[in-house]
Structures are given as structure tokens and as C-alpha cells.
């Protein structure tokens, strides 16, 4: 049987919301030129949670693959730009620090800017290592600018995301899928049947007894798992030993000010605050433990302390962090909230939906369904939640709060072993090491590691051959060029102004 014959005929991607119609663009794009169905189905019941409004930078990729026009999805999705992420009281009460997309300075002799100031804050020199940073100075600034083809030009340097009301994504990312081909079901899925030979998916139930068959299914059914779960019985690892957080509350509010260029994350008692500004909202909401918390009291916090006038009802969530034991059972793919969930701390919700497609895209399958790549993509998963879970454990581990019992739990709790060893190696030499392709960049650590207060003993020992003055001459200077060219840029909402104001 040759190639041909086994290509799958027909893919039922189950749930709309972020996640389906993501997989749908893609596919759609994909498959546009093949005979291969796509029907995506979604009910007319269930709503969608709506709150990943906040973007990292790997989304360009998506957005270039699907080659959607920047300015035209900003206008549709009401979106604005994201520098990075300021983290409010997560060390101590009263600390500030900032995440930001982008690098700190420039590497000197091959080794990372960040030894270098290291060496120049142990004696009190140098500045805050923000100031190395053009993202968080333009942050800070409410300034915007896209980066410059000149590789000279301290602009060329800028990474951004966005954010985004994820409705309006769904619902331009549904308009893109559907131009392509792909099909919209409006119908209530109950269940599955199952192949009694090998236990593979045959079909999806609907609620009048009515059957849709496919050879492929894609669950992107949100925290039930419809597929994933409860037709396959996968499982779930569950890491609320670690990332204690359980339940959110959110609600829009107006926005009293122009949309800064970064998402806000603050330390509350029991969890934190999300704010996200949009071009005609702020996005809000407080992931919280129900141990230290109850939903009112978390909902009362939240409304006290929105910014400006609710714009709806607060909506919310239960979830328990972790992931499915495997993100891909027989013929049967997780995405999204039906894959796993890790709370949008660091806003990665919407690229685990992005990074699915992207493995999915390499280890495509035909109806034969080999074990080997379903494994590998198993495997890549695996990794990839483990690498992101650390990251957020980080945040909540290395923290100096000891004014409520939540913070007491994190700081004393025990973390996975891979964490240890990133821990130990930065509080050695200030080190960060990569594995595995992992999502976070050298920067995003030693921010995180800086701001919750995990100071090196010593800096590399490859700093020293740099001459001392020489270093003080250099890293004036990079602050130098760093603030004006922050200065030079628009003003954020200028530049939405110019090319991206949604009609409101």
C-alpha cells in the first residue's frame, strides 16, 4: 500500500475556543491542497475559558506560518504589544523586578553580559541590570518600536509578543480556517466508540445518538479531556505539590490609561494577580489556592482592586496543574487545556497550543499510526511541560515572603530535581544551562533568578581578563545607547494609533 492510500481522510478536532481553531488554521493552511477533511466541532453549550490574553514571542512564528499580517491581527483582536512581564511583591513585599523578552547588553569575549555586571554590582558599580535591557527600559517608558533590519542599530535587538483578547483570536483564527476549508459542526459531543479490535477512536457520540467517524481526533475539549480522558483513560500527573494554585477568578475591566507595553503579575496572599491591557479593556484575574482562600474572598480581592469599572460578571475556573500522562494516546491528540495546564504565569498557555502543532507538523501521522513517532512527540511533550513547570516553581520558591501561609509552603516545599540543579549552578557561578530545546532563554532565568533575590558567590572567572576600566567604559555606554534608543521610539500607544487602532 503506498503513501497515498494511507493518508488520513478525514481529521475531527474536537472544542473550538484558542485551542481548536489554532489547530484548525494550521491544518487548514496545511492540508488546503489535499482531500483530507477537517471538521471542527464545537458545542453550542460550552463556553470557552477565554483568559490566555497574554502572548510570548515564539507566536510570531505562528502567526508567520499561517502568514497573517501583524497590523490587521492586532486591529481584529484588539491587541497590543508586549515587552515582557513586570512581577510585583513576589520576593518581598514592596520588590519590583521585570521579566523582559530580549537579552541584557552584549556578550563580551563569548561570555553572557550578565557575568560581566555581576562583577561590576558586587561592587557597587554599574547600575541595575535593567538598565541592559532595551525591552524594560521601553517598557517602562510606554515606548514601542518593531526591530530594525540594521543589525547595528540597538533596535534590532527588541523582542515582543502581544496581547490579545482571546475570543476575538478564536474567532479570526476561525474565519482564516474556514477560507481553507475547514468545517464548523455546532453540535454537542457525549462520547466516543472505540474500535473493539484495537481500542482506537472510531467515531465521536453526539448528543441525539448521531455519529461523526474520522481517522484522526484532535481533544482540544479543555480541562474534561472529552477524548483524551474520558474515552481513552490516559491518566494525569498531578503537580499541585509544587504549584499549589488551584482556581482563578477573572473579569474585564475599563481602562483608565493608555495600554502599557507589559503584563503585570503581583503576589497576593494566596496567589497572584494577572493585569493585561488591551485597546479597549484591561484583562484581570487572581489565580489563587482554595487551601488559603475561599472563591469569595478571592473574587472580593479582585473586584477591590480592578483598576477601573467591571465590565461583566467575574467567571471561575477550578483546574488542577499538570499534565496527561501522554498528550498523544492511539489516534488521539491533546491540545491545549485537554493536554495538561500550567498556570499563565508566564503566559505560555497559547504557545503550548503552538508548540503542539509545531510537533505535530513533524511526526504528522498516516492511518498506520506508528508507535515510534507517537512516542517521540510523547517524549518532546514531556519535556517541555517538565522544563516550563521548573520555571514557574521557581518564582514561587525563591521568595523571601513569609506573611502568609501560602508563601511559607513554597518557600520550604521540595522541587524536582532538575530544578536543584539549575538552582545550584546559578547560586555557584551565576550559570544557566539549557536542555533539551527548552522554552526559556538564558535571559528569562537570570531575570527571575536576579529579581527573587538568588545571588551567585562568584561570577565566572573568564570576566577577569577583561580589563576593569575598559568594562566600566563599555557597560556606560551600552546603558547609554540603550535609554536612547528606548527614546527614539513611538510612544506605545502612538504606534497603535498609527497602525493597528481597532474600531472600537
Known amino acids: 500500500m503506498n503513501s497515498d492510500d494511507l493518508f488520513v481522510r478525514r481529521i475531527a478536532i474536537v472544542g473550538g475556543g484558542t485551542a481548536g481553531w489554532m489547530v484548525a488554521a494550521a491544518l487548514g493552511k496545511l492540508l488546503q491542497y489535499h482531500p483530507c477533511e477537517v471538521v471542527l466541532i464545537e458545542s453550542p453549550e460550552i463556553g470557552t475559558v477565554g483568559v490566555g490574553e497574554a502572548t510570548i514571542p515564539p507566536i510570531q512564528l505562528f ?22 512581564i513586570e512581577f510585583v511583591d513576589w520576593f518581598q513585599k514592596g520588590h519590583t523586578y521585570f521579566h523582559p523578552f530580549g537579552r541584557y547588553g552584549a556578550d563580551l569575549e563569548n561570555v553572557p553580559f550578565h557575568q560581566y555586571w555581576r562583577k561590576l554590582a558586587q561592587r557597587g558599580e554599574g547600575g541595575a541590570l535593567s538598565e541592559y535591557s532595551l525591552p524594560t527600559v521601553a517598557a517602562y517608558r510606554g515606548r514601542f518600536a518593531p526591530p530594525d533590519a540594521n543589525p547595528r542599530s540597538v533596535l534590532s535587538n527588541i523582542a515582543y509578543a502581544y496581547h490579545l483578547d482571546a475570543t476575538r483570536y478564536a474567532a479570526y483564527l476561525r474565519s482564516y480556517a474556514e477560507a481553507r476549508g475547514v468545517q464548523r459542526w455546532q453540535r454537542t459531543v457525549k462520547g466516543a466508540t472505540l474500535r473493539p479490535d484495537d481500542g482506537f477512536i472510531d467515531a465521536v457520540v453526539f448528543d441525539d445518538g448521531s455519529q461523526l467517524e474520522a481517522d484522526f481526533f484532535i481533544d482540544c475539549s479543555g480541562f474534561k479531556g472529552l477524548l483524551i480522558e474520558e474515552a481513552l483513560h490516559t491518566g494525569y500527573e498531578d503537580w499541585r505539590h509544587w504549584l499549589p494554585c488551584d482556581r482563578a477568578v477573572a473579569v474585564p475591566c475599563e481602562a483608565n490609561e493608555a495600554p502599557r507595553p507589559y503584563t503585570r503579575s503581583t503576589a497576593l496572599e494566596a496567589g497572584w494577580q494577572w493585569r493585561i491591557p488591551l485597546q479597549h479593556r484591561l484583562g484581570n484575574g487572581y489565580v489563587y489556592c482554595s487551601d488559603f482562600l475561599s472563591d ?64 505535530l507538523m513533524t ?37 523571601q515572603r513569609d506573611d502568609a501561609p501560602l508563601w511559607r509552603y513554597t518557600r520550604e ?10 538552582l545550584d549552578l546559578y547560586q555557584s557561578r551565576g550559570r544557566v544551562f539549557r536542555y533539551d530545546e527548552e522554552l526559556f532563554a538564558d535571559t528569562s532565568w537570570v531575570a527571575v533568578f536576579e529579581g527573587q533575590g538568588v545571588i551567585p558567590k562568584r561570577y565566572d572567572p573568564l570576566v577577569d581578563t577583561y580589563e576593569l576600566d575598559r568594562l566600566r567604559a563599555v557597560a556606560a555606554k551600552m546603558r547609554q545607547t540603550i535609554a536612547a534608543g528606548a527614546e527614539s521610539m513611538l510612544t506605545h500607544d502612538e504606534y497603535i494609533a498609527r497602525y493597528c487602532a481597532s474600531s472600537r
Request: proline share 5%; net charge neutral; with cysteine.
Open 63 to 84: 502567526n508567520r506560518l499561517l502568514q497573517i499580517d501583524e497590523h490587521e491581527f492586532l486591529r481584529e483582536t484588539r491587541g497590543t504589544y508586549k515587552l515582557g
Open 296 to 359: 469569595d474572598e478571592a473574587q472580593a480581592t479582585l473586584l477591590d482592586r480592578l483598576d477601573g469599572k467591571p465590565l461583566a460578571d467575574p467567571k471561575a475556573l477550578r483546574f488542577t496543574t499538570g499534565k496527561r500522562k501522554r498528550a498523544w494516546n492511539k489516534n488521539c491528540l491533546a491540545v491545549g487545556l485537554a493536554a495538561g495546564f500550567m498556570e499563565p504565569l508566564e503566559s505560555t498557555s497559547i504557545h503550548m497550543i503552538q508548540s503542539a502543532i509545531a510537533k
Open 363 to 399: 511526526v504528522f501521522p498516516d492511518r498506520a499510526f506508528d508507535p515510534v513517532d507517537i512516542a517521540e512527540y510523547n517524549r518532546l511533550t514531556d519535556t517541555e511541560f517538565e522544563r516550563i513547570r521548573d520555571f514557574l516553581i521557581l518564582h514561587y520558591k525563591a521568595t
Open 413 to 422: 516545599m521540595s522541587i524536582p530535581d532538575s530544578l536543584q540543579h539549575k
